[in-house]
Structures are given as C-alpha cells and as structure tokens.
C-alpha cells in the first residue's frame, strides 16, 4: 500500500527532516534524486520576502508565534509545494527570544488560532513537527481534531537541544493517542530506522543526511556508504547551487558538510578555512578526487 500523508501519496516512508541551514534548494534536489519520499524546507517566516526556490515541490516549514501573513503567504506558494508544515520544535535561543517553536507550547489559543488558519487556508495536506512537553499530548490531540493530517514528533526536550537520549516511549504515547500518522524524529540513521518503521509511519532524516544525501538510497537498497559517491555528490551540489544562485557562505558551509567521514576531511577542511569564492572551492574538489 501507497504511504499517504492526507490526500498526499508518497514513493516511501523515507523523509528529509526540516532543517534551517542544510535544506537549501541544491541539497534537497540531491535527496529527492537519492529517493527521499518528501523533501521539507527549514523554517520560513509566513512574512518573509526573499524569493524561495521550489524546484523539488517540499514540504514548506513555517514558523512564528501569530496567525498573521499566513493566509496569503500560502496562498501565494500553494501550487509550489506538496504539502504544509508548522514548527512547533524548535528549541533554538532565537526560537525562545521570539517566543516560537518549541517554546509556543504553553500557548495553546495561538496554537489552535494558527492551525485553523493553515487548514482553512489549503486542501493540501497540513502537518505539525512538536517536541516532548507537558503539553504535546495535548497540542496532538487538538491538532488531529482541527484537521492537521501528520504529527512529527521529536522526543527531545527543549533543555536537551539535539543531544542526550531520545524518548522513544514518549514518542509511542504520540503515536498512540492520535489516528493520523506521527512522524518519528530524533537520531535517525541505518542502525534504528528498521526498529522505527515497525512502530511509526514515517521517520525524518535529518543529521544523518547532512553532507550525506546518498543515506536515502542506502536506506533504501541497503548499500554501504561509498567515499566516492559523496565526492560525486558535491560535484553536482556545486552545479546546483550555482545554478541556483547560492551565497558563497552557504556553499562553503555545506563543503565542510560533505567532507563527513572522508578520509582526508581534515586536511581539506583546513583548506577550505582559507578559500573566498566559489572557484577557489572548486579547485578544492581536485583534492577530493
């Protein structure tokens, strides 16, 4: 049978985490060719202007703490993306500066304000990404109740950040107390993924993926990790992201990204320190070879 989010028929159960500063445009082209089921944006200010690169049709991530410029700002991408998210996960200091994320949890009018909207707003699917509190049981329950059609869950607490022990018992109480599917979150990688398929719908890959877009198809095939299948990898990452107009800064970072496990990382993240353009980066790609 076909794994659905709401209307939304996927190719597997294989997601790509929301993820501020990986999830650029050129790195999820790479895990959608790599076979990743949906590919999700970072999180994106429903008031933001800057132009948004939608090529591989993603789950578009927003965030904030009002309902405010939600309604046309989904109006405007709604034909681009392939189904809606809302962050309330994050436990970053911004995240807690601005009161959003993780840390919107005790508000729970503006929580159910916000949702509503976003379900009234798309026939498109609508999913939540929350983390473990006191009160996610609750925020999932009326999430289920206004329409959202998928709850990830990332069994963390806001203290514990992306570190220290996932509770996974926490995230079957997620999975037990709605009929819609949960999304499980929280180190994800080839060694758990099959424990977490028995139990959850579907699973986000997120760190594991970083500078490592060919995890999908292992996941998928069950391949080993191949050295030179991440050089090739950011071969064509540089041509995406030139292609699409990436900020040197965020080439550079995900250069450093991509060096993961190699077997000479050191010595090129040391030259890579050094380097100012994006040509300098590519004679860099000679020392992968």
Partial sequence: MQPKIGNLGLKNRFLLAPMLEPNDIAFRLLCKKAGCGLTYTG??????????DLDDRPALQLFGNSARGIRSFMKKYDSK????????GCPSKLSKKIGHGAFMHENLIEIERILRVMRESTVKPVTIKIRKSKIALKIARMAER????AIGIHA?????????????????????AVA????????????NVERILRDFDFVFVGRAAIGDPAIFSRLLKGRESVECKRLSDFGEYLKLAKKY???????KYQAMNFTKGMRQ????RKRLVGVENIEEIEKIGEIFA
């Fill in 156 to 176: 963390r607490t806001i203290s514990q950040g992306y570190s220290g022990e996932v509770d996974y018992d926490f995230a079957l109480e997620v999975k037990g």
């Fill in 146 to 149: 206004i329409g959202v059609d």
């Fill in 180 to 191: 819609i599917p949960v999304i499980f979150s929280g180190n994800v990688d080839e060694t």
């Fill in 245 to 251: 107009g990436l900020f040197f800064r965020q080439i």
């Fill in 43 to 52: 999180m994106i200010s429903p008031l933001s202007k800057r132009k948004l």
């Fill in 265 to 268: 990382a050191k010595r090129i």
């Fill in 81 to 88: 993306v392939s189904l809606w998210d809302f962050n309330l």
